[in-house]
């Protein structure tokens, strides 16, 4: 057998933190939710079973976390420094999908969410 494609994901993580162009955001903050999708060879964890041979989810966890308090206006901007601290924590990532929702955002509306959603190459793995 043989494993042709593998990744790691987070799903629904879900922050209060203090991102947005208005002040009143800056201030309150709003809740957000992260998700997560990183290209990573698991062949080697998948046959020793140790996690040393992996990206260790609750350690990416911590990174976006981390990246997640420190205030942006944009999640645009937000999004690209979650993504550059993981692939620069995880050399092992080739490539990263990432998307930053911002839950009930303040244009107007009850409910739904607005966000981006970034794919990532790791530059440092292509030949």
Not at 19 to 44: C, F, S, W
Request: hydrophobic share 40%; net charge negative.
């Amino acid at each position: 057998m043989q494993i042709t494609k593998s990744s790691i994901f987070l799903r629904g993580l879900r922050f209060h933190a203090y991102h947005g162009v208005g002040e009143q955001e800056q201030i309150v903050g709003n809740d957000y939710t992260v998700d997560l999708r990183m290209a990573v060879a698991v062949d080697k964890a998948a046959l020793s079973d140790d996690v040393a041979d992996t990206v260790n989810y609750a350690e990416a966890y911590a990174v976006v976390s981390q990246e997640m308090r420190k205030p942006h206006r944009l999640l645009e901007s937000l999004a690209y420094r979650i993504g550059q601290s993981l692939l620069e924590r995880f050399p092992e990532i080739s490539s990263l999908c990432l998307s930053v929702a911002k839950l009930n955002p303040p244009m107007g509306t009850d409910g739904g969410s607005a966000g981006v959603e970034l794919h990532l190459i790791n530059d440092k793995t292509i030949l």
